[in-house]
């Protein structure tokens, strides 16, 4: 079945994503000092009408936005996004107009490489971002935007045939922010596990300067929770999971199981861009060397359910 992102806007996966995403950007863009090079290689359209039968009633629907927050990105979030009454009917953002608002709001020009083969996804793509690079394609790692983004998400539909890519893609981006989905794995007579299976939280784990978040939020059903990965500086690791611990403690979830995994291998900032890129010269290499000095340094730990 052909995924299609618009009735699941808002739901508990983007609650989740959609904060951390504003952190990691938010800390991207402070260490650009030129034009923020944004990478989305699962774009999804850029925004989607919330409906009535949506998904987003389980996920934004169920945020309670009356209480003062202390994470900025979540209170951005909510200003920017959830800032009505009743939410139905509303436009609930996708990643890339998020990136954008989030440039706009440091006041940095952006240049975006967005991804997705949906022709529905990629004709409100360009007709919200004329002027940026809207591919009808699957991304491919060596595109040259994929090697040389300040920032990389990567947000795949599933992970059954994408794993090797996905795998691949996270080593790019000198800041990368994934977000998998958990789905329950049925066993005769119970629910229990994932069906992300042990061996890819250890290949994520082993990626160089890679933390990760676990959230689960259902004990059953389909998907039942996301890892987020995510490669960024100390300071913006901790405001990716101040983010998402403040905002699953906003939701009226059934289950809100949140656990942060640190990176196994010592931390370096990913300086591996694209020649062209390598040519912007000193600059960016000076953005590099702080990111280096800030960069998260993590024990190692497993991935267990
Ligand atoms: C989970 S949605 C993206 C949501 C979006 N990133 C957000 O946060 O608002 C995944 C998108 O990936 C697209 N997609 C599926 N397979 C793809 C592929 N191989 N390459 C690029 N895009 C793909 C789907 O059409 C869908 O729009």
Redesign the pocket.
């Known amino acids: 079945m ?4 618009r009735t ?2 808002g739901n508990q ?2 609650v989740v ?2 904060v951390a ?1 504003l952190a990691a950007a938010r800390h991207a863009l402070d260490g650009t000092r030129s034009t923020f090079r944004y990478a ?6 850029a925004g989607s009408l919330l409906l009535p039968s949506g998904k987003w009633a389980s996920g934004v629907g169920k945020v309670n936005r009356s209480v003062e927050v202390h994470s900025v990105d979540i209170a951005n979030w909510i200003r920017w996004y959830l800032a009505r009454p009743q939410l139905v009917g509303s436009r609930y ?4 107009l ?1 990136v954008s608002d989030a440039a706009a709001e440091a006041r940095t020009p952006i240049t975006m490489t967005l ?4 022709p529905d ?1 990629v004709a409100d793509l360009r007709g919200v971002f004329p002027n940026q690079d809207v591919r009808h ?3 491919n790692e060596s595109a040259e935007a994929i090697r040389s983004a300040d920032l990389l ?1 990567i ?3 599933a992970l059954a045939d ?1 794993w090797a ?1 996905v795998l691949s893609l996270m080593a790019h981006g000198r800041y990368m922010l994934a ?1 998998l989905p958990i789905n329950a794995a049925v066993t005769p007579g119970s629910v229990k596990g994932s069906s992300l299976a042990e061996s890819q939280f250890q290949q994520v784990s082993a990626l160089p300067s890679v933390s990760s978040t676990r959230v689960l939020w259902a004990y059953g059903g389909r998907t039942i929770g996301c890892l987020l990965a995510y490669r960024s500086t100390e300071k913006g690791v901790a405001s990716i999971r101040a983010a998402v611990d403040e905002v699953v403690g906003l939701c009226s979830w059934t289950r809100k199981d949140v656990e942060h995994f640190d990176s196994r291998v010592s931390p370096s900032p990913n300086t591996r861009l694209h020649p062209t890129a390598a040519a912007a010269g000193e600059r960016r290499r000076q953005a590099d060397r702080r990111d280096k000095e800030n960069i998260c340094l993590i024990s190692s730990e497993s991935f267990l359910f």
């Open positions: 052909t995924y299609d992102h699941k806007a996966g983007d994503k959609h995403l989305d290689a699962y774009a999804g359209p953002p996708g990643s890339s998020i991804w997705d083969i949906s996804v394609s699957s991304v998400f947000d795949p539909p994408q890519l977000w």
